[in-house]
């Protein structure tokens, strides 16, 4: 092996051991929580190291950027799992549910109508998670914590969109506990079981509070590139 490749894989299973760890001191089974390589801005080598370790789940934050990078992947990798967890235009729609499995920043009823249409165009059907903006942050997007319950409910009823859980991303200079806690919480109120929470600054403390995934990008692969 190269020494790329030892390092990636010595480091994911390092993160590997922290997020089993961590699932153990919250009283949850082994295998319960899932780990998203965020590969966005990454470099090819850095990717194909990370897929001869295994792993199978990848994030990226924007469709074109995925497309690119893992459209002519696919075929190799038949059990591959792409999550956007980035903003989506609703023109981007098509595009997104044509490639992506999990699409975690469903935020706003235009997007969902966008999706549904989508989804009968392409046939295929991303499994869905509402982001939500607990911090209130005006430069970030996601749904209003008070409006979640009622969101995901229109979703449902008025979209048939099957919700699958929901997303966050704290504010940088708060306690992301709080807003972890929070984001369970909604999970409860929503009737969804999934919870996306947790990047390399904090991902065991999302765990303890309740992720089910987690999105490790610089932790697992090395700084980003300045690009
Ligand atoms: C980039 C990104 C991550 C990963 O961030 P790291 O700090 O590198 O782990 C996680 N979630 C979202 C939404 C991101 O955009």
Redesign the pocket.
């Known amino acids: 092996m190269s020494d790329l490749n030892t390092t990636i894989a010595q480091t994911r299973t390092a993160i590997l051991e922290r997020i089993a760890a961590a699932a153990k001191t919250g009283g949850r089974p082994a295998g319960a929580v899932t780990l998203?390589a965020?590969s966005?801005?990454q470099p090819e080598d850095r990717i194909d190291a990370m897929l001869s370790t295994g792993q199978r789940v990848f994030?990226e934050?924007r469709v074109q950027e995925a497309e690119a990078r893992w459209a002519h992947r696919r075929a190799d990798v038949p059990d591959l799992e792409l999550r956007l967890?980035?903003p989506l235009q609703t023109n981007k729609a098509e595009a997104a549910c044509a490639l992506i499995d999990v699409i975690?920043?469903l935020d706003r009823e235009r997007l969902a109508a966008a999706l549904a249409k989508a989804m009968v165009k392409t046939g295929r059907r991303p499994r869905l998670y509402v982001q939500v903006n607990t911090g209130l942050e005006a430069q970030k997007s996601g749904i209003e914590p008070a409006q979640a319950a009622a969101f995901v409910e229109r979703c449902r009823s008025e979209h048939s969109l099957q919700i699958e859980g929901l997303?966050c991303?704290p504010p940088e200079a708060e306690p992301a506990s709080l807003h972890f806690a929070l984001l369970r919480k909604l999970a409860g109120e929503c009737g969804v079981e999934k919870l996306?929470m947790g990047?390399?600054?904090d991902?065991p403390l999302a765990i303890r509070l309740g992720a089910t995934s987690v999105?490790?990008?610089?932790?697992?692969?090395g700084?980003?590139p300045a690009s």
Request: hydrophobic fraction near 45%; proline fraction near 0%; charged fraction near 15%.
């Open positions: 998203v965020v966005k801005q994030g934050n967890i980035g975690e920043t997303m991303i996306s990047m390399s600054a991902y999105r490790v990008g610089s932790a697992l692969f700084a980003r």
